[in-house]
Protein backbone atom coordinates (compact mmCIF):
# COMPACT_ATOMS: atom_id res chain seq x y z
CA UNK A 1 0.00 0.00 0.00
CA UNK A 2 1.30 3.19 -0.85
CA UNK A 3 1.67 6.02 1.41
CA UNK A 4 -0.99 8.07 -0.60
CA UNK A 5 -3.22 4.90 0.47
CA UNK A 6 -2.17 4.69 3.54
CA UNK A 7 -2.72 8.65 4.27
CA UNK A 8 -6.69 8.08 1.89
CA UNK A 9 -7.76 5.46 4.09
CA UNK A 10 -6.57 7.16 7.56
CA UNK A 11 -8.71 9.92 6.65
CA UNK A 12 -11.38 7.76 5.42
CA UNK A 13 -11.27 5.80 8.63
CA UNK A 14 -11.07 9.11 10.86
CA UNK A 15 -13.75 10.35 8.69
CA UNK A 16 -15.98 7.59 9.48
CA UNK A 17 -15.70 7.78 13.01
CA UNK A 18 -16.34 11.15 13.54
CA UNK A 19 -19.17 11.50 10.75
CA UNK A 20 -20.73 8.33 11.45
CA UNK A 21 -21.95 7.61 7.73
CA UNK A 22 -21.59 5.38 5.17
CA UNK A 23 -21.04 5.14 1.43
CA UNK A 24 -19.97 3.24 -1.36
CA UNK A 25 -19.27 2.24 -4.51
CA UNK A 26 -19.64 2.11 -8.00
CA UNK A 27 -22.88 1.34 -9.18
CA UNK A 28 -25.70 2.56 -8.20
CA UNK A 29 -28.55 0.57 -8.91
CA UNK A 30 -31.38 1.40 -7.69
CA UNK A 31 -34.29 -0.71 -9.36
CA UNK A 32 -34.69 -4.02 -9.99
CA UNK A 33 -32.74 -5.04 -12.73
CA UNK A 34 -34.52 -8.17 -14.77
CA UNK A 35 -37.05 -8.08 -12.26
CA UNK A 36 -37.05 -11.51 -11.19
CA UNK A 37 -32.86 -12.25 -11.72
CA UNK A 38 -32.13 -9.63 -9.06
CA UNK A 39 -34.29 -8.83 -6.24
CA UNK A 40 -32.50 -5.35 -5.96
CA UNK A 41 -32.69 -2.51 -4.22
CA UNK A 42 -34.29 0.11 -3.27
CA UNK A 43 -37.01 -1.12 -5.30
CA UNK A 44 -37.45 -4.72 -4.25
CA UNK A 45 -36.26 -3.55 -0.44
CA UNK A 46 -39.45 -2.14 -0.18
CA UNK A 47 -40.23 -5.85 0.30
CA UNK A 48 -39.65 -6.43 3.60
CA UNK A 49 -39.93 -9.87 3.53
CA UNK A 50 -36.14 -10.89 3.93
CA UNK A 51 -36.34 -14.53 2.61
CA UNK A 52 -36.60 -12.52 -1.09
CA UNK A 53 -33.29 -11.32 -0.43
CA UNK A 54 -31.73 -14.00 -2.19
CA UNK A 55 -30.77 -13.75 -5.64
CA UNK A 56 -32.38 -16.06 -7.73
CA UNK A 57 -29.99 -19.09 -8.03
CA UNK A 58 -28.14 -18.38 -5.08
CA UNK A 59 -28.57 -20.54 -2.01
CA UNK A 60 -28.57 -19.78 1.25
CA UNK A 61 -25.47 -19.26 3.33
CA UNK A 62 -25.70 -20.78 7.15
CA UNK A 63 -24.31 -18.27 9.62
CA UNK A 64 -23.68 -19.95 13.29
CA UNK A 65 -22.60 -16.81 14.69
CA UNK A 66 -25.40 -15.13 16.73
CA UNK A 67 -23.14 -11.73 17.32
CA UNK A 68 -23.10 -11.35 13.11
CA UNK A 69 -26.53 -12.19 12.33
CA UNK A 70 -27.66 -12.79 9.05
CA UNK A 71 -26.93 -14.47 5.79
CA UNK A 72 -24.29 -12.31 3.67
CA UNK A 73 -25.73 -13.48 0.77
CA UNK A 74 -28.76 -11.45 1.22
CA UNK A 75 -29.37 -7.48 0.33
CA UNK A 76 -30.67 -7.47 4.00
CA UNK A 77 -27.34 -8.37 5.92
CA UNK A 78 -26.93 -5.70 8.64
CA UNK A 79 -23.32 -4.77 7.05
CA UNK A 80 -24.93 -3.92 3.63
CA UNK A 81 -26.81 -0.77 5.31
CA UNK A 82 -24.70 1.51 2.58
CA UNK A 83 -23.74 -0.97 -0.24
CA UNK A 84 -23.82 -0.56 -3.82
CA UNK A 85 -23.05 -2.96 -6.14
CA UNK A 86 -22.70 -6.99 -6.37
CA UNK A 87 -22.18 -8.79 -3.22
CA UNK A 88 -18.48 -10.46 -3.03
CA UNK A 89 -20.49 -13.41 -0.76
CA UNK A 90 -22.16 -14.28 -3.85
CA UNK A 91 -19.01 -14.23 -6.20
CA UNK A 92 -16.46 -16.03 -5.25
CA UNK A 93 -15.46 -14.57 -1.96
CA UNK A 94 -16.59 -13.49 1.37
CA UNK A 95 -18.06 -10.54 3.32
CA UNK A 96 -14.06 -9.60 3.73
CA UNK A 97 -12.51 -10.90 0.97
CA UNK A 98 -12.34 -10.70 -2.42
CA UNK A 99 -13.24 -13.81 -5.28
CA UNK A 100 -9.63 -15.14 -6.74
CA UNK A 101 -8.15 -13.47 -9.78
CA UNK A 102 -9.69 -9.99 -8.37
CA UNK A 103 -7.44 -7.30 -6.68
CA UNK A 104 -8.77 -5.34 -3.86
CA UNK A 105 -9.07 -1.73 -4.12
CA UNK A 106 -6.91 0.15 -0.70
CA UNK A 107 -9.13 3.20 -1.37
CA UNK A 108 -12.12 2.64 0.33
CA UNK A 109 -15.65 4.34 1.12
CA UNK A 110 -16.96 3.80 4.82
CA UNK A 111 -19.94 3.63 6.48
CA UNK A 112 -21.18 3.09 9.46
CA UNK A 113 -24.09 0.32 10.25
CA UNK A 114 -25.72 -1.11 13.49
CA UNK A 115 -25.23 -5.07 14.31
CA UNK A 116 -28.47 -5.89 15.89
CA UNK A 117 -27.49 -8.36 17.71
CA UNK A 118 -25.76 -6.00 20.18
CA UNK A 119 -27.26 -2.87 19.27
CA UNK A 120 -23.85 -1.33 18.46
CA UNK A 121 -22.78 0.89 15.17
CA UNK A 122 -19.58 -0.49 13.21
CA UNK A 123 -17.59 1.13 11.09
CA UNK A 124 -17.82 -0.75 7.70
CA UNK A 125 -15.91 -0.33 5.17
CA UNK A 126 -17.18 -1.10 1.79
CA UNK A 127 -13.91 -2.13 -0.03
CA UNK A 128 -13.98 -3.09 -3.86
CA UNK A 129 -13.02 -6.24 -5.67
CA UNK A 130 -11.61 -4.96 -8.83
CA UNK A 131 -9.81 -6.30 -12.19
CA UNK A 132 -12.11 -8.58 -13.64
CA UNK A 133 -15.53 -7.60 -15.10
CA UNK A 134 -18.83 -7.35 -13.15
CA UNK A 135 -19.41 -10.26 -11.08
CA UNK A 136 -23.42 -9.72 -11.64
CA UNK A 137 -24.97 -11.41 -9.23
CA UNK A 138 -26.54 -10.83 -6.00
CA UNK A 139 -26.77 -6.72 -7.07
CA UNK A 140 -27.88 -4.94 -3.68
CA UNK A 141 -28.29 -1.30 -3.13
CA UNK A 142 -28.84 0.56 0.45
CA UNK A 143 -28.25 4.10 0.64
CA UNK A 144 -28.48 4.65 4.54
CA UNK A 145 -26.51 8.00 5.15
CA UNK A 146 -25.19 8.22 1.45
CA UNK A 147 -24.59 11.70 0.52
CA UNK A 148 -24.38 12.94 -3.39
CA UNK A 149 -20.80 12.92 -5.18
CA UNK A 150 -20.34 16.09 -3.17
CA UNK A 151 -19.40 14.08 -0.11
CA UNK A 152 -17.57 11.85 -2.33
CA UNK A 153 -16.06 9.80 0.71
CA UNK A 154 -19.81 9.08 1.59
CA UNK A 155 -20.98 8.54 -1.85
CA UNK A 156 -21.73 5.08 -3.23
CA UNK A 157 -22.11 6.07 -6.85
CA UNK A 158 -18.50 6.67 -7.09
CA UNK A 159 -16.26 3.80 -8.92
CA UNK A 160 -14.01 2.96 -5.83
CA UNK A 161 -11.95 0.80 -8.06
CA UNK A 162 -9.79 3.76 -8.76
CA UNK A 163 -7.09 2.59 -6.03
CA UNK A 164 -6.41 -0.71 -7.27
CA UNK A 165 -4.14 -1.47 -10.37
CA UNK A 166 -6.65 -2.66 -12.59
CA UNK A 167 -9.42 -1.00 -12.37
CA UNK A 168 -12.44 -2.52 -13.76
CA UNK A 169 -15.34 -3.15 -10.80
CA UNK A 170 -16.04 -6.91 -10.17
CA UNK A 171 -17.54 -6.68 -6.39
CA UNK A 172 -17.88 -5.47 -3.16
CA UNK A 173 -16.77 -6.29 0.75
CA UNK A 174 -18.04 -5.44 3.78
CA UNK A 175 -15.46 -5.60 6.32
CA UNK A 176 -15.81 -4.26 9.94
CA UNK A 177 -13.07 -1.90 11.11
CA UNK A 178 -14.01 -1.04 14.25
CA UNK A 179 -16.85 -0.21 16.80
CA UNK A 180 -18.13 3.74 15.84
CA UNK A 181 -17.22 6.31 18.53
CA UNK A 182 -21.23 7.25 18.68
CA UNK A 183 -22.42 3.95 20.56
CA UNK B 1 -53.74 -41.73 -57.64
CA UNK B 2 -50.84 -40.56 -59.40
CA UNK B 3 -53.16 -38.54 -61.56
CA UNK B 4 -54.77 -36.66 -58.44
CA UNK B 5 -51.05 -36.50 -57.36
CA UNK B 6 -49.91 -34.66 -60.33
CA UNK B 7 -53.00 -32.44 -60.62
CA UNK B 8 -52.32 -31.22 -57.10
CA UNK B 9 -48.72 -30.04 -57.15
CA UNK B 10 -50.15 -28.62 -60.52
CA UNK B 11 -52.50 -26.72 -58.65
CA UNK B 12 -50.27 -25.63 -56.16
CA UNK B 13 -47.56 -24.28 -58.45
CA UNK B 14 -50.42 -22.55 -60.33
CA UNK B 15 -51.07 -20.45 -56.72
CA UNK B 16 -47.59 -20.16 -56.39
CA UNK B 17 -46.96 -18.47 -59.37
CA UNK B 18 -50.33 -16.53 -59.17
CA UNK B 19 -48.77 -14.80 -56.16
CA UNK B 20 -46.43 -11.69 -56.36
CA UNK B 21 -42.62 -12.58 -56.45
CA UNK B 22 -40.57 -10.75 -54.14
CA UNK B 23 -38.55 -8.35 -55.71
CA UNK B 24 -34.39 -9.08 -55.24
CA UNK B 25 -32.62 -6.79 -53.01
CA UNK B 26 -29.70 -4.71 -51.61
CA UNK B 27 -27.13 -6.28 -49.26
CA UNK B 28 -24.90 -3.60 -47.36
CA UNK B 29 -27.47 -0.83 -47.05
CA UNK B 30 -27.04 0.92 -43.63
CA UNK B 31 -29.51 3.37 -41.74
CA UNK B 32 -29.27 7.20 -41.24
CA UNK B 33 -30.63 9.49 -38.89
CA UNK B 34 -31.55 12.91 -39.47
CA UNK B 35 -28.67 15.52 -38.23
CA UNK B 36 -31.32 17.72 -36.14
CA UNK B 37 -33.49 15.17 -34.46
CA UNK B 38 -36.82 15.69 -33.72
CA UNK B 39 -38.17 16.81 -30.21
CA UNK B 40 -39.74 13.97 -29.68
CA UNK B 41 -36.65 11.78 -29.60
CA UNK B 42 -34.44 11.00 -26.36
CA UNK B 43 -31.26 9.81 -25.48
CA UNK B 44 -31.40 6.81 -22.95
CA UNK B 45 -28.08 6.29 -20.99
CA UNK B 46 -27.89 2.73 -20.40
CA UNK B 47 -24.63 2.46 -17.44
CA UNK B 48 -24.12 -1.70 -18.02
CA UNK B 49 -23.81 -2.34 -14.58
CA UNK B 50 -23.65 -5.88 -15.42
CA UNK B 51 -20.69 -5.31 -18.05
CA UNK B 52 -19.91 -2.33 -17.61
CA UNK B 53 -17.67 -1.54 -20.52
CA UNK B 54 -20.88 -2.12 -22.92
CA UNK B 55 -22.62 1.11 -21.62
CA UNK B 56 -24.78 2.71 -24.37
CA UNK B 57 -26.57 5.65 -24.91
CA UNK B 58 -30.15 4.57 -26.98
CA UNK B 59 -31.95 7.04 -29.05
CA UNK B 60 -35.13 6.50 -28.89
CA UNK B 61 -38.51 8.03 -30.69
CA UNK B 62 -41.46 8.31 -27.94
CA UNK B 63 -44.24 9.52 -30.16
CA UNK B 64 -43.67 7.23 -32.79
CA UNK B 65 -45.89 4.51 -33.14
CA UNK B 66 -44.27 1.83 -34.53
CA UNK B 67 -40.13 1.98 -35.06
CA UNK B 68 -39.09 3.73 -31.72
CA UNK B 69 -35.28 2.34 -31.43
CA UNK B 70 -33.31 4.45 -33.65
CA UNK B 71 -29.94 3.29 -33.07
CA UNK B 72 -27.33 3.87 -29.79
CA UNK B 73 -23.99 5.08 -29.19
CA UNK B 74 -21.45 3.14 -26.95
CA UNK B 75 -20.43 4.95 -24.16
CA UNK B 76 -17.72 2.37 -22.17
CA UNK B 77 -17.33 2.39 -18.39
CA UNK B 78 -19.40 4.99 -16.23
CA UNK B 79 -19.76 7.46 -19.61
CA UNK B 80 -20.81 10.42 -19.70
CA UNK B 81 -23.22 12.14 -22.31
CA UNK B 82 -23.89 15.46 -24.16
CA UNK B 83 -25.39 16.22 -27.44
CA UNK B 84 -24.49 20.23 -28.62
CA UNK B 85 -27.72 22.25 -29.23
CA UNK B 86 -25.95 23.85 -31.93
CA UNK B 87 -23.82 21.20 -33.96
CA UNK B 88 -26.31 18.50 -32.65
CA UNK B 89 -22.90 16.06 -32.51
CA UNK B 90 -23.25 13.87 -29.69
CA UNK B 91 -20.18 13.85 -27.21
CA UNK B 92 -19.74 10.78 -24.72
CA UNK B 93 -16.80 10.94 -22.05
CA UNK B 94 -15.72 6.90 -21.72
CA UNK B 95 -12.69 4.98 -20.24
CA UNK B 96 -11.32 1.70 -22.47
CA UNK B 97 -8.80 -0.86 -20.99
CA UNK B 98 -6.22 -2.26 -23.62
CA UNK B 99 -7.45 -5.84 -22.74
CA UNK B 100 -11.25 -4.79 -22.77
CA UNK B 101 -11.88 -5.00 -18.58
CA UNK B 102 -7.46 -4.96 -17.87
CA UNK B 103 -4.59 -3.34 -19.01
CA UNK B 104 -3.72 -0.11 -19.76
CA UNK B 105 -6.46 2.32 -19.49
CA UNK B 106 -7.17 5.33 -21.87
CA UNK B 107 -9.58 8.13 -21.21
CA UNK B 108 -11.52 9.90 -24.03
CA UNK B 109 -14.11 12.19 -25.19
CA UNK B 110 -15.55 10.43 -28.40
CA UNK B 111 -17.58 12.92 -30.56
CA UNK B 112 -20.21 11.21 -32.76
CA UNK B 113 -21.66 11.92 -36.53
CA UNK B 114 -25.55 12.53 -35.06
CA UNK B 115 -26.90 11.54 -39.27
CA UNK B 116 -24.44 8.65 -38.99
CA UNK B 117 -24.18 7.36 -35.23
CA UNK B 118 -20.50 6.51 -36.32
CA UNK B 119 -17.15 7.67 -33.84
CA UNK B 120 -15.55 11.34 -36.50
CA UNK B 121 -12.87 12.35 -33.43
CA UNK B 122 -11.78 11.69 -29.84
CA UNK B 123 -10.16 13.76 -27.41
CA UNK B 124 -7.47 11.48 -25.70
CA UNK B 125 -7.57 13.08 -21.91
CA UNK B 126 -4.06 12.51 -20.51
CA UNK B 127 -3.79 11.30 -17.22
CA UNK B 128 -7.23 9.18 -17.58
CA UNK B 129 -8.72 11.18 -13.93
CA UNK B 130 -11.94 11.31 -15.71
CA UNK B 131 -14.22 10.61 -12.81
CA UNK B 132 -15.72 7.07 -13.26
CA UNK B 133 -19.06 6.66 -11.50
CA UNK B 134 -22.90 6.39 -11.91
CA UNK B 135 -23.97 8.99 -14.64
CA UNK B 136 -24.70 12.34 -13.80
CA UNK B 137 -25.77 15.06 -16.47
CA UNK B 138 -23.45 17.62 -14.89
CA UNK B 139 -20.10 15.80 -15.23
CA UNK B 140 -20.12 16.75 -19.10
CA UNK B 141 -21.28 20.03 -19.55
CA UNK B 142 -20.74 22.98 -22.06
CA UNK B 143 -20.14 26.77 -21.41
CA UNK B 144 -19.94 30.15 -22.92
CA UNK B 145 -22.59 29.48 -25.54
CA UNK B 146 -20.46 25.83 -26.29
CA UNK B 147 -17.25 27.24 -26.93
CA UNK B 148 -15.58 25.07 -24.17
CA UNK B 149 -16.43 21.66 -23.32
CA UNK B 150 -16.10 21.02 -19.27
CA UNK B 151 -15.54 17.17 -18.02
CA UNK B 152 -15.33 16.04 -14.26
CA UNK B 153 -12.07 14.68 -12.83
CA UNK B 154 -11.93 12.47 -10.03
CA UNK B 155 -8.57 10.55 -9.28
CA UNK B 156 -9.82 10.92 -5.99
CA UNK B 157 -7.93 14.43 -6.35
CA UNK B 158 -11.18 16.49 -7.65
CA UNK B 159 -10.70 18.59 -10.70
CA UNK B 160 -12.72 19.95 -14.27
CA UNK B 161 -10.73 19.13 -17.65
CA UNK B 162 -11.26 22.38 -19.72
CA UNK B 163 -11.65 21.93 -23.48
CA UNK B 164 -12.03 24.21 -26.35
CA UNK B 165 -14.80 22.68 -28.67
CA UNK B 166 -14.01 23.23 -31.74
CA UNK B 167 -10.28 22.95 -31.82
CA UNK B 168 -10.62 19.73 -29.38
CA UNK B 169 -7.33 21.66 -27.31
CA UNK B 170 -7.20 20.66 -24.22
CA UNK B 171 -6.86 24.11 -22.13
CA UNK B 172 -6.62 23.36 -18.33
CA UNK B 173 -7.63 21.12 -15.61
CA UNK B 174 -8.85 23.19 -12.31
CA UNK B 175 -8.86 21.83 -9.05
CA UNK B 176 -11.85 21.89 -7.29
CA UNK B 177 -10.87 20.59 -3.89
CA UNK B 178 -13.98 19.61 -2.32
CA UNK B 179 -16.02 20.30 -4.44
CA UNK B 180 -18.40 18.14 -7.05
CA UNK B 181 -19.78 18.69 -10.47
CA UNK B 182 -20.36 21.39 -13.09
CA UNK B 183 -23.19 23.79 -13.09
CA UNK B 184 -22.41 26.18 -16.23
CA UNK B 185 -22.28 29.76 -14.45
CA UNK B 186 -22.04 33.08 -15.67
CA UNK B 187 -20.19 33.98 -19.36
CA UNK B 188 -17.63 31.45 -18.97
CA UNK B 189 -17.43 29.87 -15.88
CA UNK B 190 -18.90 26.75 -13.98
CA UNK B 191 -20.08 26.71 -10.36
CA UNK B 192 -19.36 23.17 -7.99
CA UNK B 193 -21.47 21.53 -5.05
CA UNK B 194 -19.17 21.15 -1.94
CA UNK B 195 -18.83 19.14 0.89
CA UNK B 196 -19.75 21.81 3.53
CA UNK B 197 -22.93 22.73 1.99
CA UNK B 198 -20.97 25.70 -0.34
CA UNK B 199 -21.06 26.32 -3.99
CA UNK B 200 -17.65 27.37 -5.85
CA UNK B 201 -17.78 29.87 -8.68
CA UNK B 202 -15.03 29.80 -11.16
CA UNK B 203 -15.04 31.96 -14.47
CA UNK B 204 -12.03 31.12 -17.00
CA UNK B 205 -10.56 33.41 -20.00
CA UNK B 206 -10.33 32.47 -23.40
CA UNK B 207 -6.86 30.08 -22.26
CA UNK B 208 -8.82 27.86 -19.76
CA UNK B 209 -7.04 29.78 -16.96
CA UNK B 210 -8.61 31.00 -13.16
CA UNK B 211 -9.45 34.73 -13.50
CA UNK B 212 -12.29 34.57 -10.20
CA UNK B 213 -12.92 32.19 -8.08
CA UNK B 214 -15.32 32.48 -5.03
CA UNK B 215 -17.07 30.65 -1.87
CA UNK B 216 -20.58 31.03 -1.73
CA UNK B 217 -21.43 30.94 2.03
CA UNK B 218 -22.93 27.85 3.08
CA UNK B 219 -26.53 27.70 2.17
CA UNK B 220 -27.91 23.71 2.79
CA UNK B 221 -26.86 21.21 5.11
CA UNK B 222 -25.63 17.90 3.74
CA UNK B 223 -25.85 16.51 7.23
CA UNK B 224 -29.01 16.99 7.72
CA UNK B 225 -30.88 17.71 4.41
CA UNK B 226 -28.66 17.66 1.92
CA UNK B 227 -29.33 18.72 -1.90
CA UNK B 228 -29.68 16.55 -4.45
CA UNK B 229 -26.60 16.59 -6.96
CA UNK B 230 -29.40 16.53 -10.18
CA UNK B 231 -31.05 19.93 -11.26
CA UNK B 232 -33.03 21.91 -13.66
CA UNK B 233 -32.20 25.10 -15.06
CA UNK B 234 -35.03 27.72 -15.87
CA UNK B 235 -33.99 30.99 -16.98
CA UNK B 236 -30.03 30.53 -15.95
CA UNK B 237 -32.03 29.51 -12.32
CA UNK B 238 -30.79 26.19 -11.51
CA UNK B 239 -33.32 24.28 -9.52
CA UNK B 240 -32.37 21.15 -6.76
CA UNK B 241 -34.19 19.38 -4.78
CA UNK B 242 -33.33 18.63 -1.22
CA UNK B 243 -33.51 14.73 -0.05
CA UNK B 244 -36.57 15.74 2.67
CA UNK B 245 -38.61 18.18 -0.04
CA UNK B 246 -36.97 21.53 0.20
CA UNK B 247 -36.43 23.56 -3.57
CA UNK B 248 -32.99 24.93 -3.39
CA UNK B 249 -32.72 27.63 -6.69
CA UNK B 250 -29.78 29.19 -7.21
CA UNK B 251 -29.17 31.86 -9.53
CA UNK B 252 -26.36 31.45 -12.25
CA UNK B 253 -26.45 33.85 -14.48
CA UNK B 254 -23.83 35.61 -13.19
CA UNK B 255 -19.99 34.87 -12.47
CA UNK B 256 -20.44 33.93 -8.95
CA UNK B 257 -23.53 31.42 -8.10
CA UNK B 258 -26.28 33.45 -5.64
CA UNK B 259 -28.65 30.62 -3.57
CA UNK B 260 -32.13 32.29 -3.63
CA UNK B 261 -34.68 31.47 -0.93
CA UNK B 262 -35.66 27.90 -0.65
CA UNK B 263 -39.10 26.46 -0.25
CA UNK B 264 -41.28 23.71 0.11
CA UNK B 265 -42.41 20.72 -2.30
CA UNK B 266 -44.48 19.33 0.61
CA UNK B 267 -47.44 20.89 2.32
CA UNK B 268 -47.49 20.21 6.08
CA UNK B 269 -49.92 17.00 5.27
CA UNK B 270 -47.89 15.66 2.78
CA UNK B 271 -44.44 16.52 5.23
CA UNK B 272 -46.01 14.40 8.14
CA UNK B 273 -46.97 11.29 5.45
CA UNK B 274 -42.91 11.68 4.32
CA UNK B 275 -42.99 12.42 0.77
CA UNK B 276 -39.55 12.82 -0.23
CA UNK B 277 -37.71 13.22 -3.59
CA UNK B 278 -36.12 9.97 -4.97
CA UNK B 279 -34.67 8.44 -7.40
CA UNK B 280 -31.61 8.74 -9.44
CA UNK B 281 -32.60 11.40 -12.45
CA UNK B 282 -34.98 13.37 -9.95
CA UNK B 283 -35.57 16.17 -11.65
CA UNK B 284 -36.26 17.85 -15.32
CA UNK B 285 -37.55 20.61 -16.56
CA UNK B 286 -39.54 22.20 -19.41
CA UNK B 287 -37.07 24.67 -19.48
CA UNK B 288 -39.72 27.67 -19.48
CA UNK B 289 -41.91 27.00 -15.87
CA UNK B 290 -42.40 23.68 -14.78
CA UNK B 291 -40.16 21.04 -13.13
CA UNK B 292 -40.71 17.59 -12.61
CA UNK B 293 -39.79 15.77 -9.90
CA UNK B 294 -40.01 12.56 -8.63
CA UNK B 295 -41.38 11.69 -5.44
CA UNK B 296 -42.00 8.88 -3.03
CA UNK B 297 -44.06 8.23 0.22
CA UNK B 298 -43.25 7.22 3.47
CA UNK B 299 -39.31 8.33 2.91
CA UNK B 300 -36.75 7.61 5.63
CA UNK B 301 -32.83 7.94 6.03
CA UNK B 302 -31.58 6.54 2.74
CA UNK B 303 -34.75 5.91 0.61
CA UNK B 304 -33.60 9.08 -1.75
CA UNK B 305 -32.85 6.36 -4.61
CA UNK B 306 -36.06 4.65 -4.08
CA UNK B 307 -38.07 4.45 -6.86
CA UNK B 308 -41.46 7.31 -7.13
CA UNK B 309 -45.02 6.19 -6.99
CA UNK B 310 -45.97 10.15 -8.18
CA UNK B 311 -44.33 12.22 -10.40
CA UNK B 312 -45.04 16.15 -8.86
CA UNK B 313 -45.54 19.03 -11.75
CA UNK B 314 -44.04 22.67 -9.95
CA UNK B 315 -44.35 25.79 -11.71
CA UNK B 316 -41.42 27.98 -10.22
CA UNK B 317 -42.75 30.86 -10.91
CA UNK B 318 -45.71 30.67 -8.40
CA UNK B 319 -43.49 27.76 -6.32
CA UNK B 320 -46.74 25.80 -6.32
CA UNK B 321 -47.60 22.29 -7.00
CA UNK B 322 -50.04 22.12 -10.15
CA UNK B 323 -50.38 18.38 -11.12
CA UNK B 324 -49.76 14.87 -9.56
CA UNK B 325 -48.76 12.13 -11.98
CA UNK B 326 -49.51 8.65 -10.53
CA UNK B 327 -47.00 6.40 -11.65
CA UNK B 328 -48.12 2.92 -13.22
CA UNK B 329 -44.72 1.12 -12.90
CA UNK B 330 -42.92 3.56 -10.62
CA UNK B 331 -39.98 5.99 -11.74
CA UNK B 332 -36.17 6.19 -11.22
CA UNK B 333 -35.39 8.77 -13.00
CA UNK B 334 -37.88 11.06 -15.24
CA UNK B 335 -37.12 13.70 -18.33
CA UNK B 336 -39.45 15.99 -20.51
CA UNK B 337 -39.13 16.33 -24.34
CA UNK B 338 -38.59 19.71 -25.44
CA UNK B 339 -41.36 18.98 -28.33
CA UNK B 340 -44.45 21.13 -28.89
CA UNK B 341 -46.46 18.60 -27.51
CA UNK B 342 -44.12 17.40 -24.89
CA UNK B 343 -43.91 13.75 -23.37
CA UNK B 344 -42.88 12.67 -19.54
CA UNK B 345 -40.32 9.62 -20.05
CA UNK B 346 -39.74 7.69 -16.89
CA UNK B 347 -37.58 4.67 -16.48
CA UNK B 348 -40.20 2.84 -14.32
CA UNK B 349 -39.14 -0.42 -11.92
CA UNK B 350 -38.13 -2.60 -14.91
CA UNK B 351 -36.09 -0.66 -16.29
CA UNK B 352 -38.29 0.02 -19.38
CA UNK B 353 -39.29 3.82 -20.46
CA UNK B 354 -42.75 4.71 -19.66
CA UNK B 355 -43.66 7.56 -21.81
CA UNK B 356 -46.88 9.80 -20.50
CA UNK B 357 -48.21 13.01 -22.02
CA UNK B 358 -47.28 15.85 -19.86
CA UNK B 359 -50.00 18.02 -20.54
CA UNK B 360 -52.81 14.89 -19.53
CA UNK B 361 -50.21 12.98 -17.27
CA UNK B 362 -51.93 10.00 -19.53
CA UNK B 363 -49.71 7.13 -19.84
CA UNK B 364 -49.50 6.02 -23.36
CA UNK B 365 -46.98 3.19 -23.76
CA UNK B 366 -43.45 2.13 -22.57
CA UNK B 367 -40.28 1.20 -24.43
CA UNK B 368 -37.72 -1.21 -24.14
CA UNK B 369 -33.84 -0.63 -24.66
CA UNK B 370 -32.92 -3.73 -24.28
CA UNK B 371 -32.64 -7.41 -22.21
CA UNK B 372 -32.69 -8.09 -18.66
CA UNK B 373 -29.47 -6.52 -17.90
CA UNK B 374 -29.84 -2.81 -18.89
CA UNK B 375 -29.42 -0.35 -16.17
CA UNK B 376 -30.92 3.14 -18.05
CA UNK B 377 -30.26 5.45 -15.47
CA UNK B 378 -30.31 9.24 -17.23
CA UNK B 379 -32.44 10.30 -19.95
CA UNK B 380 -31.98 13.51 -22.14
CA UNK B 381 -34.48 15.11 -24.53
CA UNK B 382 -33.27 16.10 -27.88
CA UNK B 383 -32.27 19.35 -28.23
Excluded at chain 2, 290 to 319: C, I, P
Aim: a negative charge.
Amino acid sequence: MSKFDKIFEKSARDLARTQSRRSFLSKLGMAVVGVSAIPALPVARASSNPSAGFSNGVLPQENNNPNDPGDPSTCEYWRYCGIDGFLCSCCGGSVTTCPPGTEMSPITWVGTCLNPADNKHYIISYNDCCGTTSCGTCFCNRNENDKPMYRVFSNNDTNWCIGASSQTYNCSTAIILGVSADN
Amino acid sequence: MRKILASAIAISLLSFNSAAELPTEETMQIETLPAEYPKDWIFVHDVSFYALTEGKVVILDLAAKTLNYKGLISASVFGNFIQSEKTHKLYTGESFYARSTRGARTDAITEWDPATLKPVDEIILPGNERAQAVAEKNALQFVDDEKYMLIFKFSPAVKVGIIKTDTKEILNDIDIPGCSLIYPTGKRGFSSLCADGTMVSIQFDEAGQVVSEHKVDAFFDPDSDPLFEKTAVIDGIAYFPSFKGQMQPIDLTGSVAKPMKAWSLVTEAERAQNWRPGGWQVISGDGKSLVYVLMHKDGYNGSHKDSAQELWVFDVHTKKKVKSIPLLNGGISVEVTRSANPLLAIINNEMRVDVYSADTGKFTHSLSIGGPSVVPLVMHAAK
